[in-house]
């Protein structure tokens, strides 16, 4: 007996000095991080004080100069409000088609290894290349317009949207999978019958958060000279018209919330079923 | 019919003469490092229903994965009468088209229906890529496999939002749909109130009774076991250490294939 509870008392100070490097260590990742954290802002000047003795009186001054705002031109922007929802959808639909059999590949489980480490690739550059940078590619391959932030953004939210199936996908309940494996279902048919229609919310989820991020990404491309409220804000913008600049901001917030609100609602009743 | 030998020498009075379903020799299964399966050597007898029992961790389900193809075995083999041997890929194939199992977490989709659940069950007999509903005969092929188990008024409520029973309910309807030889059941009462396994029960034994269904069902109610077997299998640690007649299989057995192990380095004693 003596031996057991002295074997015992052995095993537990062997895990409680376990616990304790494993503290020590956590401890150290946790000071690493704040340091890494700390030199971001100090190499970005952040802690470089003069830099903001002028910064509040320039914002006060230019929130008086957008006050109030200016609505008097309102019917010139249902055109380009309309381009920038449209570039959104259109470019968010065109990226989750092409998302959707790179991410099933890039999920390893239904392709050759190596087929399946070229589309990650493949998203991995996509997704690299900011939608700024694709825009301006864009431009210069099709012209002004929608059309290119279209191509823009689906060029980018294929790599995200690639990465997030992918990754869903991965996740998925195995039994279901196993259950119509052992009655003889092919690889396919597991995708089809028992992985997809349990991931399918989770990938509209992600799919129409892109979305919403697609609609203030499309403002953005306005300013490469991809239309829509985006090019009207930075016009507003150059001309110093700041009380037209803080009206289209607000019908951006608008626009924004009204679609937000929309995809949560698809959201959670995709999630909730029903 | 007087009597009949089973290749474990066990006389079993009132049988016709069982001909072996599946007939596993030296079958062995490691999980990492660890061995699951040991050697495993036994026949399931067609058109019977042979319970496997034995303590948790014995390696019961993974004998079921075994059955089923799920999981392969190292060495050995597993001969499908009248089919030929599990590892050549199109036996493996005929094989699971004859087979339903009965899991024991259900391992249905709950956001679907109890009747998808169920059609899953046909999911062999469709193209993967069809873009069609599914077809009409398979509907009612599904809808008739609930109203077996009694959840036919729950068709179109989701498996997500069914009781435990109900759920096992729904994972029964999705094997009884495919009309299987080989029915593998693995704890499909854990869920299950007492009125329900006698229900469930009949359904078993009809299935075999009245189709010729061969039904391997893991226990871990061994009077369950003894009151519907035709056959027993023990199991412990990954070994057979009991092949026999439910009549054969008395307290002294159980306690024995039951005993907790508290040497795992002693030698190995012989089976029962």
Excluded at chain 1, 156 to 170: D, Q, R
Excluded at chain 2, 36 to 61: D, H
Aim: net charge positive; proline share 5%; aromatic share 6%.
């Amino acid at each position: 007996m003596s031996t057991a509870s002295f074997s015992q008392d052995n095993d537990v100070a062997a895990v409680l000095a376990d616990g304790r490097s494993r503290l020590l260590r956590r401890n150290l990742q946790t000071a690493a991080l704040l340091a890494i954290v700390a030199a971001s802002f100090a190499y970005t000047g952040a802690f470089d004080a003069p830099r903001y003795e002028d910064a509040l009186q320039t914002l006060i001054t230019l929130a008086g100069d957008a006050m109030p705002p200016d609505f008097s031109r309102w019917q010139g922007w249902g055109r380009p409000l309309i381009e920038t929802a449209a570039t959104a959808v259109a470019g968010t639909a065109l990226a989750a088609t092409l998302a959707l059999p790179l991410g099933i590949v890039a999920a390893g489980k239904w392709a050759p290894r190596p087929v399946c480490l070229a589309a990650r690739l493949a998203l991995n550059t996509a997704r690299s290349i900011p939608d700024l940078i694709w825009g301006v590619i864009f431009v210069a391959a099709v012209g002004f317009g929608p059309l290119p932030g279209v191509l823009a953004l689906a060029a980018h939210s294929t790599g995200m949207l690639g990465k997030f199936y992918a990754e869903i996908l991965e996740h998925a309940d195995p039994a279901p999978g196993d259950a119509l494996r052992s009655q003889g279902v092919s690889r396919l048919g597991v995708l089809r019958f028992a992985v997809l229609p349990q991931v399918l919310p989770r990938l509209a989820d992600v799919t129409l958060y892109r979305c919403e991020h697609n609609l203030r990404a499309a403002t953005v491309l306005g300013v490469i000279g991809a239309g829509g409220l985006g090019q009207e804000i930075v016009t507003a913008f150059h001309l110093f018209e700041y009380r037209e600049a803080s009206a289209l901001l607000l019908v951006m917030l608008a626009l924004v919330t009204a679609i937000g609100g929309l995809s949560d609602h698809l959201r959670n009743r995709f999630l909730r079923g029903d | 019919m007087i009597a009949a030998r089973s290749s474990a020498d066990n006389v079993v009075p009132f049988q016709p003469l069982w001909r072996p379903a599946v007939t596993l020799d030296g079958c062995s299964v490691r999980r990492g490092s660890r061995v699951v399966l040991r050697e495993i050597a036994c026949t399931i007898p067609a058109r019977a229903i042979t319970a496997v029992v034995g303590p948790s961790g014995a390696g019961k389900s993974t004998f079921l994965g075994v059955l089923n193809g799920l999981i392969p075995s190292l060495g050995g083999a597993v001969e499908v009468t009248g089919l030929g041997r599990l590892d050549q890929p199109a036996v493996l194939r005929e094989h699971r088209r004859r087979t339903a199992t009965i899991f024991q977490e259900h391992a249905l989709i709950d956001r679907l229906t109890a009747m998808e659940n169920v059609l899953l069950g046909l999911a062999d007999r469709r193209h993967p890529l069809s873009l069609m509903p599914w077809p009409v005969e398979h509907r009612r092929h599904a809808a008739e496999a609930l109203a077996r188990v009694g959840l036919l008024s729950r068709a179109h409520d989701r498996a997500g939002r069914l009781s435990g029973g109900e759920r096992q309910r729904v994972g029964f309807a999705r094997a009884l749909v495919r009309r299987p030889r080989l029915l593998l059941a693995d704890e499909p009462f854990s869920a299950v109130d007492p009125a329900l396994v006698r229900h469930l029960g009949d359904v078993l034994r009809r299935a075999v009774a009245a189709d010729g269904v061969t039904l391997v069902i893991v226990l871990h109610q061994i009077e369950l076991a003894r009151a519907v077997a035709d056959r027993i299998l023990g199991l412990a640690e990954g070994r057979m250490r009991f092949i026999g007649a439910p009549d054969e299989f008395g307290a002294a057995e159980q306690a024995r294939l039951f005993r907790p192990n508290r040497r795992p380095k002693e030698k190995e004693e012989c089976h029962a």
